[in-house]
């Protein structure tokens, strides 16, 4: 049985907190790419978010897209600032074909 898993990744500002070596973003990113590594045979999707939710990738086998994805996140990609996990939340139950595209 494969499993659909989403990762929804908060992109705000806060993210370059250095709380945690070298900072909260590139925590994300690394647990992203382990997510990745331990369920090679699952389809993944991409979502972010801070004041709004965007979403990067619908579900897909293609983990090197994945990475890719997560390589180029960057606070400075979304406009509207905020850390609203609410709003991925929402974006992804309204979002009903993100597993068919």
Known sequence: MSLNVVIATDISKSMLAQDVEPNRLERARLFSR??????????????????RAYILSPLTVDHSAIELYLDALDPNMVSQGGSSLAA??????????????
């Open 34 to 51: 382990r997510l990745l590594r331990e369920l090679p045979g699952d389809r993944f999707g991409l979502v972010v978010f801070a004041g």
């Open 88 to 101: 991925a939340v929402t974006r992804l139950l309204g979002d009903r074909d993100l597993a068919t595209r």
